[in-house]
């Protein structure tokens, strides 16, 4: 298989380059008034899907978002109640080219969506960010005002979303606040792991039963200020703060055995993990006459991370301890992201350049099985890019090139390298509704906090989780061929893939000489490939919303090749399904999914399962909500080590507390005249919080 993928490579790399003219831009307000009002219609670009929306869809919608629901990649992921890609993976929504919120995205009203690009290549400023990028364009801004709110809740067990937000816009100026609020709180979740392994000539398993309390709460804040001048330039100052706080509390059993004898074990893990993160993101943006654009954004974060475990394991009949984990670990972190930009339209096609540097640093102070350290860490990554698109006639192209520096600092080494960063995408309409494109791009991936943490945590007895502070980038080289066609019934796409990633960054146990045991760590890999063909799209057989059949199914084959040279190999069929049905203001919706084994380091994990169903009723503003997740199910996760692991291991873990759990919520919106949106061209945020 893997020679067919590249010689389809070699052939589609040979078509020629052309020159196209990018429609960015809006188009005018007549032309854009009779595409909405005649029907709704999807064109294919190189590195996109336009859609527009007929008049029923827009009378049927609420806000925005439900008109996102219908394009054939995208669904409601009804635990978080947020838009993601049907196909996995990160999802960056975009209102006017500026970073949107879920929320922001409610406060659009249907009729002034003028269209909305999907990105499923996205552009060089996203390509680091995002899998996919949605971009939903809207009419031009006036003085006027929105506002909403909604919550959910399961009747019997801690599951809360909430969210409010208001925008207000006058003249010039824009004015916005959000809140949004996740709560989970299960009391009965259950954990069943197993390690089997040799030491020390000696044969030991450990058969773990737990039950634990365990529960989150996410808080986001947010107040946005915006002054905007047409055809002159764009400010935007954005303020917000994200809060989060989390539990465990845990008790079991453990069955351990030595050879031929057997130990009756009990066992205890409390943990907690908390910040607050304020952010402040600057934006600015001018036009240099007619065909040029200057862009620059600065994010800026400061906050501190506490995180906590205590666990203990003992023998029941003399109370002897078997191990004793208190760690404990203040994080204070701070991130700065800068960006600047520089568009120049041609006649013919557009060219984009940039530079953006990222750095995030982490003074540590850190008490676990090692003893007490202090230490700090530094992540530094710069890149350069520009890019050129174009089109002649049914060719279209874009070309882009970019070097990518790395410099990680970690407590006990240095990684600095720079890396050339090319992509090609090249795209031929087959004829109006098909189109055949290609895409190559090589980038590296830098480790993350966790992987290059110095940290030590007791896992079970003889068994310890650190990181590896000496890994170095992964560099990852990926090709797709994707065949694109759609009607009044289908919108489907075929994509065949080849992904080659060398040095990957591999999770695996090693023996532990210094605590005794095995060390549950990471390393580089030799090499990992990921190769199949992934199907995707939508099905409507009355041409309408009364019935959508919606259908993600990817056969595909993962292999790793370790440090030590032994091959690791996965197949699977990764698979998404849903139903929906749309009548007048009522619409149902059933998601299911089958589990599959992926490879994760050193494990083969199941991905969650889903069995959900949801319903909703419009009634004027408001929005009446029920549902049932996980029908006659808990929510399951399965772990289980490789053949080739020194311990084998496995885990299954279940939240009894989803089993068919029942949901309530109401919404209401509520706007008058359209707010001024941004099309703003640089959208950065700094690194997530580090707890390992």
Request: net charge positive; aromatic share 14%; charged share 20%.
């Amino acid at each position: 298989m893997k020679k067919t993928i590249f010689s389809i490579l070699l052939l589609c790399s040979a078509i020629a380059f052309a020159q196209e003219k990018k429609t960015d831009t809006l188009e005018k307000t007549k032309e854009i008034q009779e595409i909405i009002l005649k029907s709704q219609k999807k064109k294919q670009f190189a590195d996109r899907a336009v859609y527009t929306f007929d008049k029923e869809a827009l009378e049927k919608a609420r806000y925005a978002k439900d008109l996102l629901r219908t394009l054939p990649e995208l669904q409601l992921d009804p635990i978080s109640n947020t838009l993601k890609s049907t196909k996995g993976g990160t999802s960056l929504f975009l209102i006017n080219g500026i970073e949107a919120s879920d929320m922001q995205i409610r406060s659009i009203q249907p009729a002034n969506v003028v269209k909305v690009e999907y990105y499923d290549i996205p552009p060089a400023r996203w390509a680091n960010r995002a899998d996919i990028v949605v971009n939903v364009i809207t009419r031009n801004p006036e003085t006027g005002y929105v506002y909403g709110a909604d919550v959910s809740s399961a009747l019997n067990t801690g599951f809360v979303n909430g969210s409010a937000y208001a925008n207000y816009t006058k003249g010039k100026n824009d004015f916005g606040a959000e809140y949004s609020i996740n709560l989970r709180d299960y009391d009965n979740r259950t954990v069943k792991s197993i390690y089997d392994y040799q030491l020390n000539n000696s044969h030991y398993r450990s058969e773990e039963d737990k039950k634990d309390h365990f529960g989150y709460t996410s808080q986001y804040i947010a107040l946005r200020y915006t002054r905007l001048v047409q055809d002159n330039y764009a400010f935007q100052a954005k303020l917000n703060v994200d809060l989060f706080t989390s539990f465990v509390k845990g008790n079991g059993q453990s069955a351990f055995y030595k050879d031929n004898t057997v130990e009756e074990h009990s066992m205890f893990k409390n943990g907690n993990s908390d910040y607050t993160k304020p952010t402040l993101d600057l934006y600015f943006s001018k036009n240099l006459g007619k065909k040029d654009e200057l862009s620059f954004n600065i994010v800026g974060s400061y906050f501190t991370t506490n995180t906590s475990e205590l666990a203990k394991e003992w023998i029941n009949t003399n109370n002897t301890s078997v191990y004793d984990n208190d760690m404990n670990l203040k994080a204070k972190q701070s991130g700065i992201v800068g960006e600047l930009a520089h568009i120049h339209s041609f006649e013919k096609g557009k060219l984009s350049s940039g530079y953006r540097v990222s750095n995030t640093s982490i003074s540590n102070d850190l008490q676990n099985l090692s003893g007490f350290s202090e230490y700090e860490v530094n992540y530094l990554e710069q890149y350069f890019y520009t890019e050129y698109s174009g089109k002649k006639d049914k060719f279209s192209y874009r070309i882009g090139a970019g070097l990518t520096n790395i410099h990680n600092k970690s407590a006990e080494n240095v990684d600095d390298e720079w890396t050339f960063t090319p992509k090609v995408i090249l795209s031929y309409t087959l004829k109006n509704n098909q189109n055949l494109r290609f895409t190559s791009s090589y980038k590296p991936q830098s480790p993350g906090s966790s992987a290059l943490s110095s940290n030590v945590v007791q896992m079970a007895p003889n068994i310890v989780q650190k990181g590896n502070p000496y890994l170095k980038s992964a560099q990852r080289w990926g090709n797709n061929l994707i065949y694109s066609y759609n009607n009044k019934h289908f919108d489907f796409n075929a994509n065949l893939f080849y992904w080659y990633t060398n040095r990957a960054i591999n999770q695996y146990y090693v023996l532990e000489n210094t605590l005794g045991g095995y060390a549950l760590t990471y390393e580089n890999a030799k090499n990992s490939q990921q190769y199949g063909v992934q199907l995707s799209g939508s099905y409507k057989p009355f041409e309408s919303s009364l019935l959508v059949l919606k259908a993600v199914i990817s056969p595909a084959s993962e292999t790793v090749r370790t440090s030590k040279g032994e091959l690791i190999k996965n197949d699977y069929i990764g698979n998404n399904f849903g139903i929906s049905s749309e009548y007048k203001s009522f619409s149902i919706e059933y998601q299911f999914n089958i589990p599959i084994y992926t490879l994760d380091g050193a494990f083969l994990r199941t991905n969650e399962n889903a069995n959900h169903v949801f319903a909703n009723y419009k009634l004027k503003n408001w929005t009446f909500c029920t549902g049932m997740y996980w029908l006659g199910m808990p929510s399951d996760y399965k772990t289980k080590s490789l053949s080739q692991s020194l311990v084998n291991y496995s885990r299954h873990n279940q939240i009894w507390n989803n089993k068919s759990m029942f949901i309530l919520g109401l919404s209401y919106d509520f706007s008058k005249g359209k707010k001024t949106n941004l099309d703003r061209k640089l959208n950065n945020s700094t690194a997530p919080a580090a707890t390992f």
